[in-house]
């Protein structure tokens, strides 16, 4: 990854090829929220309005004066322990002193002798008897008072007799929506950190710079699970206009003719060995798509899939060669699929050979397959390191064969790079003298 300072659009790229884990992460954060509001339902409230006369409010000079002296005093009296502890009784289910007061509020309406007893409940009913209930004890507590301070002549004006508050499936919606966004950004947050710590190459220039080889194409790529996926593939492949563009253009470079005409026939014809990693799968399919794509254009061309360092990642591919080689008759393409158990490819007359090879991305040693005139290095955008790169470039180097370039799978949409670093050398020629079967790569 390079080590630029990243702005907004960087940020947002980089956080793009980790939509999974901010999926994750927001699709937790939908749980925890919706599990925390099944847990703690919403609390309804009712209120009970209750009008009082004390010794104060009667005085003419207070009631000239516009103030009640007493509302005050009536107000802290109304949530006193001895009122409070007078409700319990009547609250059911039975509730603590302590969840009493969080859940009863007093204040006077209007700064006038009605105070309103507002209470919070579970449910309509719990939250209506418990505001009643502190009401009622209230009356009874100031009208059985002998101080003067205390006392009051009080009566309900208006019992607690309907509830609001937010309903359970709005709340459970709401907390859902705020727990998904929240991890929504917990975990955007979290892929940018690991996306600064990620060694794994997006940008096409940076794979080409990391083995000085240019990027030849690139082209989004599905890899078929199962045998019967790769064969409606191979049958079937038929890329956009544009990629196929990209396709016909790799295939002038590798020596198969302009406008997709082969320049010859026959086992000396142009070849291309794809490599790719063992941690790479959807790579594996970049040399099978091109082989679909040359048979498509009317080229005679045989697919190769020969020893792999890691044979599980090709299994699928082998398994779909291995039936089209016995049955060859029902292909449409001039296309034929071949599996070579020794690396040899005999006498085959076609006029391109593709050859798949796969070596291990920690251990990478080139399987003994037949040499072609050309080697091209297969990669996913964001899946290998340039340290994997290099070490497959090298062993490829020191086995002869030189990465002519890169074919990138899916590549980044924010890549608004291009790979396209001037090449040195071009593919060489393959002349007819073969050893054991093998023709002998000779560069010109």
């Not at 005139?373 to 062993?395: C, D, N, P, R, Y």
Request: proline share 7%.
């Amino acid at each position: 990854m390079s080590q630029q300072n990243p702005d907004l659009r960087r940020s947002i790229h980089v956080a793009g090829r980790r939509k999974r884990l901010i999926g994750g992460v927001a699709a937790l954060g939908f749980l925890l929220g919706a599990g925390y509001a099944y847990l703690n339902p919403p609390l309804l409230s009712s209120t009970a309005l209750v009008v009082f006369t004390d010794a104060s409010s009667q005085s003419s000079q207070a009631n000239a004066a516009g103030v009640d002296p007493g509302l005050a005093t009536q107000e802290v009296i109304a949530t006193s322990d001895p009122v409070l502890v007078g409700a319990l009784p009547h609250i059911s289910p039975p509730v603590s002193l302590q969840t009493l007061e969080s859940r009863i509020s007093v204040t006077s309406v209007n700064s006038s002798s009605v105070l309103s007893f507002t209470a919070t409940g579970a449910t309509a009913e719990q939250a209506e008897a418990t505001a009643n209930a502190v009401g009622n004890s209230y009356i009874a507590y100031v009208g059985a008072a002998s101080e003067t301070a205390v006392h009051a002549v009080a009566k309900v004006l208006e019992p607690a007799n309907a509830a609001t508050g937010t309903k359970r499936p709005e709340q459970l919606a709401v907390y859902a929506v705020l727990g998904a966004l929240v991890g929504a950004l917990v975990g955007f947050v979290i892929s940018l950190f690991a996306g600064r710590s990620d060694r794994r190459l997006a940008e096409r220039d940076a794979m080409a710079n990391s083995i000085g080889a240019p990027v030849l194409l690139s082209l989004p790529v599905e890899r078929p699970s199962d045998p019967a996926s790769w064969a409606r593939m191979l049958d079937q492949y038929d890329p956009d206009p544009v990629y196929a563009y990209g396709l016909t253009k790799l295939l002038q470079q590798l020596g198969v003719g302009d406008n997709g005409v082969p320049s010859g026939s026959g086992p000396d014809g142009p070849s291309v060995t794809v490599l790719s990693l063992s941690t790479d799968p959807v790579a594996v399919a970049l040399g099978p798509l091109l082989a679909a794509f040359a048979s498509a254009q009317g080229i005679a061309t045989a697919l190769v899939v020969g020893p792999q360092q890691d044979t599980n990642v090709t299994a699928t591919l082998r398994t779909a060669c291995a039936a089209s080689a016995q049955s060859p008759a029902g292909r449409g393409r001039p296309l034929r699929l071949l599996v070579s158990e020794d690396g040899h490819l005999g006498e085959i007359r076609a006029a391109f050979v593709v050859v798949v090879a796969v070596v291990d991305a920690q251990d990478p040693r080139i399987p003994d397959t037949a040499r072609t005139s050309a080697t091209v290095l297969g990669v996913s955008a964001g899946k290998a390191t340039g340290e994997q790169l290099a070490q497959a470039a090298t062993a490829a180097s020191v086995d002869g064969r030189e990465i002519y370039g890169i074919l990138v799978a899916n590549p980044d949409p924010g890549d608004q790079t291009s790979g396209r670093i001037p090449r040195l050398t071009s593919p060489g020629r393959v002349l007819p003298t073969r050893v054991n079967g093998l023709p002998a790569e000779i560069r010109w």
